[in-house]
C-alpha cells in the first residue's frame, strides 16, 4: 500500500506542510488553524477550477447532503449518524472548511420509506447539486438510492456496517462489510472460549442472512458446527420458540444478528427463560451503544459484541471525539459503532477534496483510493481501492450501564473484501 | 352520486366531462410547463396513487366496501412489471459478476443456481402486461368470492384486507431469495432496451401515466354512471333491499372490488415504471391505509376529488419534509385529524358546498340559486 501514501503525499501537494500536517491531525489543530486568513485557499482556488460540473460551490460555500430518517421506525438508529455528520462539519467549518469553503447542510428525511430516500437523493443530487451526500442506513435505503447516485453521479458515504457483495464509483463505504465484522470475532471466539458449536439467529432480510452465510461457510471450514440457524421476520417479538431450540442444542455460541426493536424482547426473554450470558458465549453483530439504550444493561450484560468501534475506546482521538459529542448532543447521549462511521464520512470527504484539490465527483471517486484519516476515533484508517475501509476489528464485552469493556482487537487493519472469494 | 342532474345547465353530466376536462389541461398542458423533470417525475409518481383512490371511489364510495388492504394490488401490479424489468436488466453480460449470472442479483445473493419457474414468463413484456391486471384482478376475485358470498362485510371485511397485506408483505420479505426481500427489486433500468432513467423517458412515462389515469377516470364515470353503478350506491345505502329485489349482491360487491384491484394495480405498474423499484414497503397495511386517506382527503365520492386528494397529499407531504425535515409528520397529522374532524366529504366535499353553488349562481344568473348543491351525505356517514 506504499503507493496510496505516495499518492496521498503527491496529492497534498498544493497545500503548505505545515498545515498539511495540521489537517491531518484533525482537531488537535483547531486553533492553530484558525488564525489562518479566512478565504486564503477560496483565492489560490477559484471556483471555476474546483468546480467543472455544476455543483453548488461558491467562492466562500460547498453544498452537501445529510439523507437520514428523521422520521419512522428508522429514526431511533440514524438519529446517532446525523448528530456526528453534523458535529464533524461543524468541527470541519470551525477549521476553515474544504478547500477554502464553508460547508452548508441541505437535511432531508427519508422517513424509514425506501422510495422516499430515493426521491429525496434525486432532490439533492438534481435540484440542490450537493458536492456529497452523507447518509441512509439501512441496505435497502442504500439499494433504492444507489442507482439514482449513478445515474446523477453524485457521492454518497455510507455509515452503516453491511453485507457487502457492492461497490460503487459513486459510494464511499465508511462502515465495515461482512467478512470484517464476522471473521476475526469467530476466531477470537474460538480462540477464547474453545467453542465447537454455533447457534446462528438473525432477522430476516439480506444482512442477517448473508453475515451468517459468511460466517457459517468460516465454522464449518474450521471443523467446527453449526447447530442451528433461525431467521425472524423484523419486528418480531416473540422469541420463545427458539429460546427453547437453544436450550435443547446446547450450543457454545448463540451467534446473534438481530436488529432493531426485536433486540429488547430477545434478550429480554433469553433472561427470564435462564438463559445467564456470564455463562453461554453469546456473540451478537448487531447490538451498538445505542440498542443497548433499549435493551437496558442488565439484560445483555456479560454478552460480546463484535464491532470496529466502542464508546469506551481508549484513545486520545475518542476522547475528543466523545467530549465534543456530548457537548453538542447532551451529556446522556451514546456513541455507536454506525454513529463514529457517520463521524468519519465528511472528514474522509475533506480529505479527498483536498487531495484532487477538486469537488468534481469523478475526481473525488478517483482520489478517494489511499485518503488516509488519523485523527478517526477508531484510530487510524485507510481508504481501498474498493471504497471500503482499512480498519480494526473489535470484540467488546457488554457492562450493566450500557457500555462495553474492550477485550481484544484485531492487531492490524483488516482488509475490505466486499466481494469474498470461497463465502458466496 | 344522487344529484338531480337539472339543477342547472352546469349540471351532473356536463359538470362531470368539465371536471375531467380541465384535469386533463392541468396534467398534460399547466403542470409539464410549469415544472422541470425532476417534479414532473415526482407528480408522476404521486399520480400513480391516484390510480388506487379512484379504485376505492368506487369500492369504497359507490359500493360502501372499505378495503385496507389496495396495497397488495399495488404492489402485485408493481412487483409484475418489476419482474419483467429486473429480468432485462440482468442479462449474462450485465452480471457476469455473479457466481450464477444472468439471474437477478439477488437470488445471487441468496444461493439460487437457477432462475424459479414462476419467473420465467416475465421474460415476456406480453406476459407481464397481462399478469399486471390479471393477477391482482384473480386474487381479488379469489378473496370476494370467499368474503362476499359469505356475506362477510364493512368492519370484518376491512380487518380482513388488512390481514391480507400483512401476509403478502410477510411472504415477500421471508422469500428474499425468489422476491427480493425487503430490499425489494431494485436497480431496474430498460424497457425493450429502452432506458427508462433517463428524463426524456421520465417524461414520456408522465404523459402515458397521465392518459392512462384520465382513461381510467373516464372508465370508471362509465361504471358509475351505468345501471351497475346504480345498484352499487344502491346495495351501499340497503343492501337487503337490493338483495330482496332479486339481485345477486356477491357478485355486484365481487366485480367492484376486482375492478379496483385491476386500477390499483395498473398504478402499481406505473409506479415501478417511473420510480425504477418496487419494494414490500408498498404492499404493507401501512401504505394500504395512506391510500384510504387520499381517497378520504379528496372526497370518497368524487373520482375527480381522490385524484386531487391523493396530489394535494402527497405534495403537502414532499414539501413539509423538504422544508421540516424532523416536523413534518406533525402537520400531516394535522391535516388528517383536520379532514375527519371538519370535513368529512373531503375537498369534493368542499367543492360542492362552497364553491359550485356560487359557480352556478354566476353561470345561471338567478338570484334564487337553490341549495341543491349541497353534498349529499349517505346515512351511515353520520355514524363515521
Redesign the interface.
Known sequence: MSSDKMDADKLNGGIPSPLRRKLLLGMAALPAVGLLPRGALAQALPTSAVNTTKLAVTDGTVKVGILHSTTGTMAISETGSVQAEKLAIAQINEMGGVLGRKIEVIQEDGASDWPTFAEKARKLLVEDKVAAVFGCWTSASRKAVLPVFEQYNGMLYYPTFYEGLEQSKNVIYTGQEATQQILAGLDWVTKEKGAKSFFLIGSDYIWPRTSNKIARKHIEMKGQKVVGEEYFPLGHTQFNSVINKIKLTKPDVIYASVVGGSNVAFYKQMKAAGIDLNKQTLMTISVTEDEMLGIGGENIAGAYACMKYFQSLKNPNNEKFVAAFKKMWGGESVIGDVTQAGYLGPWLWKLTAEKAQSFDIDKIAAASAGIEFTGAPEGYVRVHENHHLWSKTRVGRARTDGQFDVVYETADLIEPNPFPKGYQ | MTRTPQTSFLGRIDGDIAGILLLAALLIVILPLGLDI?RL??VG?YLTYAFVALGLVLCWGSAGILSLGQGIFFGIGGYCMAMFLKLEASSPEATK?Q?TPGIPD?MD???LKELPWFWEPFHSLTFATVAVVAVPALLAFIVGLAMFKRRVGGVYFAIITQAFAAILT?LI??Q?GYTG????I????TLKGWDI?TDEAKLVLYFVNAALLIGCILLCLYVRRSKLGRILVALRDKEDRVRFSGYDVASFKIFVFCFAAALSAVGGAMFTLQ???M?P??VGIVPSIEMVIYCAVGGRLSLLGAVYGTLLVNWAK?ML??SF??L??FAMGALFIGVVMVFPNGLAGLYQQFIAPKLRRLTTRRTDAPVAGAPIIPPHTAAD
Not at chain 2, 431494485?186 to 433500468?189: F, K, P, V
Open positions: 425532476f417525475n415526482m409518481k459478476i457466481s439477488f445473493w441468496n444461493q410477510i420479505v421471508g428474499q426481500g425487503i430490499n425489494g431494485t436497480d431496474l433500468r432513467r420510480v425504477g423499484f419494494s414497503s408498498f414532499t419534509s423538504e425535515p424532523e413534518w409528520l
